[in-house]
Structure formats: C-alpha cells, structure tokens
C-alpha cells in the first residue's frame, strides 16, 4: 500500500509547517469535493495543530469549500466542551468559530457525557455516515504524536491497540497524563484514511520520532508507527522535531 512509506516534510518552525500545510489542505478539498461531493477532515487534538487550523480559518473564502467539509474527532477528552483541555474547544477557538462548516459537519465528541455513552453514541454517528465497511472515511486525517508515540488517545500497551470491531473506545491515559479519561479512535478506523498527516513540534518529540521513523523494533511497535494512510502519510515536522540526518 502506498501509504506505508511515510513522507517527510521538515520546515524551519511550526509557522512555517502550519502554513504550507494548510496551503496543501486548501488544495485538495476542492478535487475531493468534485470527485466525492465532500471532504472528510480528520482532527487531531493537543497543541500542536492550533497553528494550522489558524492558518486555515484565515484562507480565502472561496479556497476551502467548507460547506462540503465534515469534520470528525481523533479523540477527545472527557471533560465539557467549554473546557480548555477540551479538544473540541481548541478546534472550535481556533478554526471552526470562524469558518462557514454547517454545524451539521462538525462531529463533536460529548466529552461531557459518560465515557462508554459517548464512545457508543459516536460509533453510532460514524457508522450512519460511513455505512460501507470497507471505504476510505477521511479524505486527510490529522493526528499528532506524543513523546512516549502515542497517538490520537491510543498509548502504549493499551489494550484499545487491539481492538478490532469497535470503532471509538473509552480509554484511560497513563497515570501523569491528564486528562485521564479520554474517548478515541480505534486503529481500524484510523486506518481507514487517504492520507494520515502526522504534525509534530519540539525538540521533545525529536528521540521518539527517529524512533517511528528510523523503523527500530521498540519504534515499530508504537501506535503512532501502526496508523497509515491508504494512500499517502506524510510526517509534518519542524526542524527541532525532526531526527538529524
Ligand atoms: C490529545 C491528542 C494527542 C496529541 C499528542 C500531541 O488529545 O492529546 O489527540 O494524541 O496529538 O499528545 O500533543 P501536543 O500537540 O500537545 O504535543
């Protein structure tokens, strides 16, 4: 499958990485909208995807045909969704407050509600949209990677990794790493992508990014090195984040 070769992409700092990726975002909604009537954008949560969803509330109107984008969530955490650990809040501020998406579009995870509740309630609304078992469900999922190669809400060992009917899961992150209760993604779904983009900034992420990357035993069996596009995965790095040649 083409997509288990991951593409590399390095730039000088994340605002140069958050604008050309929302640059290349804008150019292929438009294609998928011809080709598909929609555009399927995964989300990723965390701090690291603010700059480009800034980047992409301020592109041009007629650039990004937002009334055809659905948008769905990675994971979420469980908390309100006016609360700052909140990723659907960070996405609201930084880019879905300023954009035409009908509400409609815009898949929020009830972070709110009783974690197995929300986790069935939005397998339910994933699985309405998206009724063929086998078809792609994102045009482009955006996830990042944290320094111990988690990704979305699925750590290491979590026992999430092996599930295979289910498509969103309650989970609980490791001890340290608030907040605790969280609801994810499953790998069959994430999976089920065109093209994974994976962002990641810092110079923390940098030893667990050779790691993914340079294709170790201990890197090969993290989840961010389990998730790939059907088509293409591209690794959007800054300069700090990215292993040394
Ligand atoms: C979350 C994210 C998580 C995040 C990584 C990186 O809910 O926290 O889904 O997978 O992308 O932890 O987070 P940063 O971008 O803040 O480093």
Redesign the pocket.
């Known amino acids: 499958m083409p997509g288990r070769t991951p593409a590399v992409e390095v730039f000088p700092d994340i605002g140069a990485l958050s604008v050309a990726a929302a640059k290349r975002l804008a150019a292929i909604v438009r294609p998928a909208v011809l080709r598909r009537k929609r555009f399927v954008l995964g989300l ?5 995807p603010r700059p480009l969803y800034e980047q992409l509330a301020g592109a041009e109107r007629e650039e990004v045909q937002w009334r055809r984008v659905v948008v769905i969530f ?2 979420e ?1 469980c908390v309100a969704p006016t609360d700052p650990a909140s ?1 659907y809040a960070m996405a609201a501020g930084a880019l879905l407050a300023h954009v035409p998406i009908p509400q409609r579009n815009v898949l929020r995870i009830a972070g709110e509600l009783d974690p197995e509740d929300a986790a069935e309630r939005y397998e339910g609304r994933l699985r309405a949209l998206f009724p063929d078992p086998d078809a792609p469900i994102f045009d482009v999922l955006l ?4 320094a111990d190669g ?4 699925l750590f290491p060992g979590s026992p999430a990794l092996l599930e295979r009917e289910r498509w969103v899961v309650p989970v609980q992150a490791p001890r340290g790493v608030m907040p605790r209760d969280r609801i994810t993604l499953t790998l069959p779904v994430l999976e089920r992508a065109r093209e994974v983009w994976f962002l990641a900034s810092g110079a923390d992420k940098r030893p667990v990014i050779a790691e993914i990357l340079g294709g170790t035993a201990a890197g090969r069996r993290l989840p961010a090195s389990l998730v790939h596009g059907r088509e293409r995965t591209v690794w959007w790095l800054d300069r700090q984040a990215a292993p040394e040649r």
């Not at 988690?150 to 809400?153: E, K």
């Open positions: 990723a949560g965390g701090h690291t990675g994971d955490r990723n996830l990042g990677v944290g988690h990704t979305a809400s």
